[in-house]
Nanobody, 127 residues
């Protein structure tokens, strides 16, 4: 069964950090585009980063460049989103999505490019 699942959300103060995890099962892990999105109440789903597991390259949105970084643990079939210097405007439900192949094969920060989605994890940044 193909499955993607996020974990690691929570409540953090402004300036703090969180690390989200995305576990991908049922795939060939080293041939995936894994992307992180977020959606705040009343707003559209926003693409943050796409990570190619084959070569560990990333494509970041301008809104998170320099604050968020992505890494992987192939043994755990997981990708991590390290979020630093968090701001109240980062408050949202964060989603992990996956598709077969590298990010360059897709429009990497567009939600409809991804077939496989997790259920989301809430991140709340207090001021």
């Amino acid at each position: 069964e193909v499955r993607v699942a996020e974990s690691g959300g929570g409540l953090v103060q402004t300036g703090g950090s969180l690390r989200l995890s995305c576990a991908a099962s049922g795939f060939t892990f080293d041939d995936l585009a894994i992307a992180w999105f977020r959606q705040a109440p009343g707003k559209e789903r926003e693409g943050l980063v796409c990570f190619s597991t084959s070569d560990a390259t990333s494509h970041y949105a301008d809104s998170v460049t320099g604050r968020f970084t992505v890494s992987k643990d192939s043994a755990k079939k997981s990708v991590y989103l390290q979020m630093n210097s968090l701001k109240p405007e980062d408050t949202a439900v964060y989603y992990c999505a996956a598709e077969v192949g590298p990010c360059v094969d897709y429009n990497p920060l567009v939600p409809y490019e991804y077939e496989y989605w997790g259920r989301g994890t809430q991140v709340t940044v207090s001021s």
